[in-house]
């Protein structure tokens, strides 16, 4: 298995562009994580979804971040407008069950607002 | 919700010598309490978890700790090596399969020098 897959590995944009992350989850696992780092604020789980469907977004910072599974092959992180402080790496991972299971990270994107 | 804090954020030790690494929760509700290592510029990997029926966990050179009384887990390595340099994280989460639950919240993480 490829393990998880995250694009783009790296995206420079503009503030006030919008910016889609995508990730593929590693094939049978049914729970997928998208998570932020920082130097400031560390590791922070923003979305995760199970069986495609979205569990708890309560680590979605603010309305300018969404994200999808429209089927358990695929989601995306979107951020629109994107701002300097959205400036991070950003990980997906994935595991077979919910919380309590060992979580597969992809490389992570990082992502550079100016 | 959860608060974790983990200290220290910085821990130099000689090779060979043992590094512990502690945490604390606030919901006594977690339940599943995991450790990841990060690399400089990798992803983070799971080293090794614990759950809140078992006090001690061991495989190989590490071994995780948990105090569910005083709400606190540590991770201890023993006979370090250059390689387990690396920033390590600990987590705290209520555990439900399906994801009923809540998030899997991190401490800061520590990051970990072991000089040879």
């Known amino acids: 298995d490829a393990g998880v897959i995250q694009s783009p590995r790296h995206e420079v944009t503009e503030m006030g562009q919008e910016v889609t992350l995508r990730c593929k989850p590693i094939?049978?696992?049914?729970?997928l994580f998208w998570y932020r780092q920082t130097m400031m604020r560390g590791l922070e789980l923003l979305i995760y979804f199970n069986n495609n469907v979205p569990i708890d977004d309560s680590g979605m910072p603010e309305d300018r971040f969404s994200a999808k599974m429209p089927n358990a092959s695929f989601s995306t992180l979107k951020i629109q407008p994107s701002e300097p402080r959205d400036s991070a790496v950003y990980f997906c991972?994935?595991?077979?069950?919910?919380?309590?299971?060992?979580?597969?990270f992809g490389p992570g994107t990082r992502l550079t607002v100016t | 919700g959860e608060n974790v804090e983990q200290h220290p954020s910085t821990l130099s030790v000689q090779e060979g010598d043992s590094a512990v690494i502690k945490c604390t929760y606030s919901?006594?509700?977690?339940?599943?309490f995991p450790w990841y290592k990060q690399e400089l510029g990798k992803r983070p990997q799971l080293i090794i978890d614990?759950?809140?029926?078992?006090g001690e966990k061991k495989d190989q050179r590490i071994a995780v700790t948990l105090n569910k009384t005083a709400k606190h887990f540590s991770l201890h390595i023993t006979e370090t090596q250059p390689e387990d340099s690396a920033v390590y994280f600990c987590?705290?989460?209520?555990?439900?399969?399906?994801?009923?639950?809540?998030?899997?919240?991190f401490g800061k993480g520590t990051k970990l020098s072991v000089k040879p």
């Open positions: 614990i759950r809140s029926n078992v």
């Open positions: 991972a994935s595991s077979r069950g919910g919380i309590g299971y060992e979580q597969y």
């Open positions: 919901d006594s509700a977690s339940n599943y």
């Open positions: 987590a705290a989460s209520i555990d439900g399969y399906g994801g009923s639950q809540g998030n899997l919240i």
């Open positions: 094939s049978g696992h049914n729970s």
